[in-house]
């Protein structure tokens, strides 16, 4: 299995607490990425890099920044959960292909599971 | 608009058979596309790529063809078992992007 964990594994917290998601990767892989699963939407993704302190929005990035400081953390931060924030994340990594281009297949994180009351 | 779409209602076969789903996309040209298996309180694990240039790739009881014309990719599972019962998602680069987008999943389940 890729080196790749998540913490915390599960977490319930409050309407309007600040909540942050740790993604750490052991493969020094390029590309990192954080998508949220609900049922009826399948993976959407949140923000995404392809290098330290290089990132970018996905299609649900409202309500999320993210940051990364090194190749092998990125964190997701809630400023202010909402209930609508409530779903399992998971963390994605990819490598490159052997002209740097971004690789052919991504490898996931265990996922959290996080409940907004 | 852009959509990657599989059949969001899960698919029953019998033990043996041969289980296929579909992914269908509307504009994107992807150079390739994948294929992954997710269980129930796990992530996704890639199984297979096939590119824009082939028309079917094969992997022990796995096969993949892929139409551009079509704009779909058939995913096969050839003497399906029931630990084939998962659920499995199609995944597309869209090109010249950093980033997978994908299908929302078709569950299968194998009958015994």
């Known amino acids: 299995d890729a080196g790749i964990t998540q913490s915390p594994r599960h977490k319930v917290t409050e309407t309007g607490t600040p909540v942050t998601l740790r993604c750490h990767q052991t493969e020094n892989h390029r590309y990192m990425y954080w998508y949220r699963q609900d049922p009826g939407h399948g993976l959407r993704l949140i923000h995404y890099s392809y290098g330290v302190k290089d990132t970018d929005k996905g299609e649900v990035s409202d309500g999320y920044s993210v940051s990364r400081s090194k190749t092998e953390d990125f964190l997701l931060t809630l400023e202010s959960a909402t209930s609508s924030q409530t779903s399992v994340y998971f963390c994605?990594?990819?490598?490159?292909?052997?002209?740097?281009?971004?690789?052919?297949?991504?490898?996931f994180g265990p996922g959290t599971r996080l409940t907004v009351l | 608009s852009q959509k990657i779409e599989q059949n969001s209602e899960a698919l029953n076969i019998q033990e043996g058979k041969t289980a296929t789903l579909t992914c269908n996309y509307t504009?994107?040209?992807?150079?390739?596309l994948q294929w992954y298996r997710q269980d129930p309180g796990r992530g996704p694990v890639f199984l297979l790529l096939i590119r824009e240039n082939e028309k079917e790739k094969r992997k022990e009881r796995l096969k993949v063809t892929f139409d551009t014309t079509l704009k779909q990719s058939l995913f096969h599972i050839t003497a399906s078992q029931p630990a084939d019962s998962a659920t499995y998602l199609c995944?597309?680069?869209?090109?010249?992007?950093?980033?997978?987008?994908f299908g929302t999943g078709t569950r299968l389940k194998v009958l015994a």
């Open positions: 995944a597309l680069e869209p090109s010249g992007t950093y980033k997978y987008i």
């Open positions: 994605a990594i990819s490598g490159t292909d052997g002209t740097g281009r971004l690789g052919n297949e991504q490898f």
């Open positions: 504009n994107y040209s992807p150079a390739y």
